[in-house]
């Protein structure tokens, strides 16, 4: 399978605990993208990464949120001390640095259902 | 700011039928490309049809097409002949196309759950 692949698929934590999602993008693409999506609402831009520089965070990633992409490949996602608030499903998504011819669309992951208890 | 808007929280069709999901946005940017994903129970989110501002032509790709009204700021999706295997959830989302934003980073409506029916 090559597309993105996410890491777990599904974690359930206690209030307070850490936890670390991995996303491994499709290998040719640059660029890496976080988003969040609660339930009834669309996916909401988290942070987005070209090769292993992060370079937009969008205010919904407080000090307890810190994502890596640390040699421009796989890209990881922690969340520290965590929250019922942060229960959500966290997508990751690629493309290339280049678009397509007319798309320039982003390839998602199947994302990582966090619940917090 | 960006903003989707998806006024149908639901959606019924029949198979076999046609069905129109609407979506309008709101930007003041001349340059911005249309997006439609699709979001089965699995959760992964899969490209459907693109459509660029300035493009003249409302895009199709086999059973879906994207009636782009540019005046109107609507980006609606038709889908032609519904199948079972198309009830899931539909978003709608925009990208800026302009310099110095971020590439590639979309913005999202809330979404329409289409389910299709025998």
């Known amino acids: 399978d090559t597309g993105v692949s996410q890491d777990p698929r599904h974690k359930i934590t206690k209030r307070g605990q850490n936890v670390t999602f991995r996303c491994d993008p499709i290998s040719e693409h640059n660029r890496l993208y976080w988003y969040r999506q609660t339930l009834g609402q669309g996916p909401e831009f988290l942070t987005y990464f070209q090769n292993e520089a992060q370079l937009e965070k969008s205010r919904l990633l407080s000090d307890r949120f810190s994502a890596e992409r640390p040699k421009g490949s796989f890209s990881t996602l922690e969340i520290q001390r965590t929250e019922q608030g942060d229960s959500a499903m966290y997508l990751c998504?690629?493309?290339?640095?280049?678009?397509?011819?007319?798309?320039?669309?982003?390839?998602f992951g199947e994302g990582s259902r966090l619940t917090v208890l | 700011a960006q903003k989707i808007t998806q006024t149908q929280p639901g959606m019924f069709v029949q198979e076999k039928e046609a069905v129109t999901l609407d979506c309008t946005y709101d930007?003041?940017?001349?340059?911005?490309?249309l997006f439609w994903y699709k979001q089965p129970s699995s959760g992964e989110m899969i490209f459907l049809i693109y459509q660029g501002s300035y493009d003249e032509q409302n895009a199709t790709e086999g059973r879906y097409s994207l009636n782009f009204q540019k005046a109107r700021k609507s980006a609606n999706l038709v889908i032609s002949a519904s199948q079972l295997g198309d009830s899931a959830m539909y978003f709608c989302a925009m990208k800026k196309l302009s310099r110095g934003s971020t590439l590639g980073r979309l913005y999202f409506g809330r979404g329409t759950q289409l389910t299709v029916w025998p």
């Open positions: 998504a690629s493309s290339l640095g280049m678009p397509r011819a007319n798309t320039g669309e982003l390839f």
């Open positions: 930007t003041s940017d001349q340059s911005y490309g």
